[in-house]
């Protein structure tokens, strides 16, 4: 059930298809501490900047700017998924206060302000939200047209061998979901879940990213994408659209505030950019708090497993609920 979900997230737990999964921190040799995002809060970095600018010339000039840099375009093995531009999108009043920043002489933008003035007068981009099911007329029709792309960005981006990428080890790992659909009043238009997003340019499919809606955050599965497209940094770029659209789910469902992208690894390097999303927290892998990344880091240069709350400040079962 949906609250069983909740727990296990919130204990470091993530899933893979169907199945769900929970490393053993002290014997790994890069612990994965789980990493989420305040969305309410969340502030865009000069990088993020650029990307999203980035885009706005690639679709309202066709400007391309060579290939992305590596810490605008990491990899993102969890990360993102956008607000629909078709999918249901909500009201522009409600619950969303921190994190909105006034202009003044040094213009601090919002996500929303370079994203709802988003122009295509060379290339349109579109953004639709599709149930993870093969029983949805949508999924099904786009179903090899999603597994291709898959199965470059693998070869591309993984060094994967073709011959291993199937479409059975694709659904299995992408389409596969042990979470059941649902659709309460008072929750967000398109119900709770595990959807797909597809991000397409002038109608082609160039980027999918696989998301979890629960009722207290989203949560970011996988995205890939054409890597003929990874001029527009679209790891980055689909991680800002998914705070985007965790944050217009928010204005309809208050408690629904954080963007879990999976797996922080401070040891391997290509992993760190999840930090860059601010502001984000760990989970303490010993009384399952959340502690803001800033207060770990030094932790975790000095010991790559660490218990990152010092306090005595845990619930009952040593569980501190935090929603």
């Known amino acids: 059930n949906r609250s069983s979900d909740l727990d296990l997230i919130d204990r470091g737990w993530r899933r893979s298809g169907k199945y769900v999964y929970k490393p053993i921190m002290k014997r790994s040799c890069c612990p ?11 502030s865009l970095s000069k990088s993020q ?6 885009m706005q010339r690639y679709l309202l000039m066709g400007e391309k700017t060579g290939q992305a840099a590596a810490a605008d375009d990491a ?20 619950a969303l206060k921190k994190g909105e920043c006034a202009k003044s002489g040094n213009e601090k933008k919002s996500v929303e302000e370079f994203i709802e ?11 639709d939200l599709i149930p993870c099911s093969m029983t949805d007329e949508t999924l099904k029709a786009s179903f090899k047209e999603s597994y291709s792309i898959y199965v470059k960005y693998q070869v591309a ?26 659709k309460p009043d008072g929750g967000p238009p398109s119900g709770y879940g595990s959807f797909h997003q597809h991000y397409r340019i002038d109608g082609k ?21 054409d890597p003929q497209y990874d001029f527009l940094s679209l790891g980055t770029y689909s991680a800002l659209r998914e705070i985007y659209f965790t944050r217009q789910l928010q204005k309809q469902v208050p408690d629904l505030a954080f963007y879990y992208m999976g797996y922080y690894i401070h040891t391997c390097q290509k992993m760190r950019y999840k930090g860059q999303y601010h502001p984000s927290f760990l989970l303490c892998p010993e009384i399952y708090s959340w502690v803001p ?6 932790k975790l240069d000095a010991s790559k497993y660490s218990r990152l709350d010092s306090s005595d400040a845990a619930g009952g079962n040593g569980f501190k609920k935090c929603f």
Not at 32 to 42: A, E, L, M, N, S
Not at 49 to 54: A, C, I, P, T
Not at 77 to 89: C, E, F, H
């Open 32 to 42: 994965p501490y789980t990493i989420r995002c305040d969305v309410i809060g969340f």
């Open 49 to 54: 900047k650029k990307v999203l600018k980035r």
């Open 75 to 94: 990899d993102v093995t969890t990360s993102q998924v956008p607000a629909g531009d078709k999918a249901s999108r909500p009201s522009d009043s409600g």
């Open 117 to 127: 003035n988003e122009r295509g007068d060379q290339h349109k981009l579109t953004i």
């Open 157 to 182: 981006v993984h060094g994967d061998d073709e011959s291993e990428v199937t479409e059975k080890q694709f659904t299995r790992f992408l389409v596969d979901s042990p979470l059941a659909s649902y």
């Open 205 to 225: 499919l160039v980027a999918v990213g696989v998301l979890d809606i629960l009722p207290n955050c989203t949560s970011s599965v996988y995205v890939y994408y």
């Open 293 to 298: 990344i800033r207060s770990c880091l030094a």
